[in-house]
């Protein structure tokens, strides 16, 4: 008997938001739809005497996690966060017996299965230098929008990258917090966007943090001089551990001019090309740690985006297993999970109520590197 999931009758994807609001003040939906067993799995409809500074603050040493990939010092085990998805968002209660986990095409056996709903452990990184406007303008109505989405319990900080990143607001739960330092991007400094400097530097920030964190990167994806290159800053993420990161890319207005012009100016068609290579980078970066990259073309698309992303990281399921190479040597072990029908153990079937099939996508990260988890 194939496994189904009935979504219910009439239910559409949000209407876009008005593309002429301003960033300062994004107009964001509440979610709807039917309640999972973890909540709604619809798309949201559419001068005293000076004192010393005080210490800066940051997460918890053991923040609620929503689910950690690493290997523990003693026995190897793996926790592998998936997301399953469709165009109407989380796809709620599958069981162990819907997955299939991969290592180097070996199959291994699920040790340990969870669902999970926590609060979130992120970094807010943006590109803001001096650029054209299309470009800031995105930033801003990305890092405002997701601003919005942000809850109580979650722990957030703010950087933002020219030449060099810069830290606007360390981690902090409170969201006025993290609305006021996204004010500070008022005026751009220098030109220069140094992308792969201000990820790497992002990740050795989040890897002294416990848990499972999370990267939100808003920008072109283009990078000007990083003293690192694009080959390490791949190298680098793949031997990312517990962090996963959501890129959105920026300028699509001015993008689809200069792809306009294209055909009549070699120098538009040359630029073009760098877009499409930054895309690619950032697409990249997101596979790697089994996160998302979004390509919005409209303002409106924004809402939509940042409330997939944060249906995405609270509601994931979490699969463990004990790898059948035990060997702790640091080689990279390439992963895939596979969601399936316990009764035939062919692909899931996901139909509405008419019996339409209905498209979903499985997101995890694509490998690991098998070493010693370092104290």
Do not use: C
């Not at 220069?192 to 992002?202: I, Q, V, W």
């Amino acid at each position: 008997m194939a496994v189904v999931l009935l979504l219910a009758a009439g239910m559409t994807p949000a209407t876009a938001q008005d593309s002429t609001s301003k960033p300062d003040a994004p107009q964001v939906p509440e979610a709807g739809g039917p309640q999972g067993e973890i909540g709604p799995y619809s798309v949201p409809k559419k001068q005293p005497q000076e004192q010393p500074p005080p210490e800066p603050s940051r997460p918890p040493k053991n923040p609620p996690e929503i689910g950690t990939f690493s290997i523990t010092k003693d026995v190897a085990l793996v926790n592998v966060p998936v997301m399953v998805t469709t165009p109407y968002g989380f796809v709620p209660n599958l069981k162990i017996g819907n997955f299939r986990v991969f290592e180097d095409g070996a199959p291994q056996k699920i040790s340990n299965f969870s669902t999970s709903e926590a609060p979130i452990t992120a970094v807010l990184l943006v590109e803001f230098a001096d650029i054209p406007r299309q470009f800031l303008y995105d930033t801003l109505t990305g890092a405002y929008v997701f601003a919005q989405t942000l809850r109580p319990q979650d722990w957030i900080a703010v950087m933002y990258y020219d030449m060099r990143p810069h830290i606007l607001t360390d981690f902090t739960q409170d969201k006025g917090e993290v609305l006021a330092a996204i004010r500070q991007l008022q005026v751009p400094g220098f030109a220069e966007r140094n992308l792969f400097d201000a990820l790497s530097e992002t990740i050795d920030r989040l890897e002294g943090i416990d848990g499972h964190k999370y990267i939100i990167l808003i920008g072109s994806g283009l990078d000007t001089f990083s003293r690192i290159t694009y080959d390490k800053m791949l190298k680098r993420v793949k031997g990312t551990k517990d962090i996963t990161i959501f890129a959105v890319s920026t300028g699509f207005a001015l993008r689809n001019y200069i792809e306009g012009r294209a055909a009549n100016s070699f120098g538009a068609n040359m630029a073009n090309m760098d877009y499409i290579q930054a895309d690619n980078e950032l697409d990249n970066f997101a596979k790697l740690t089994g996160g998302r990259h979004y390509s919005p073309r409209f303002q409106a698309e924004f809402s939509e985006i940042f409330h997939d992303v944060g249906a995405a990281v609270r509601n994931q399921y979490v699969l463990s297993y004990h790898p059948t190479n035990p060997q702790l040597d640091g080689t990279y072990r390439k992963l895939k999970v596979e969601v399936v029908d316990p009764q035939t153990g062919g692909p899931l079937k996901v139909v509405d109520q008419k019996g339409k099939p209905i498209k979903y996508v499985v997101v995890a990260r694509e490998g690991y590197t098998a070493k010693h988890q370092v104290e």
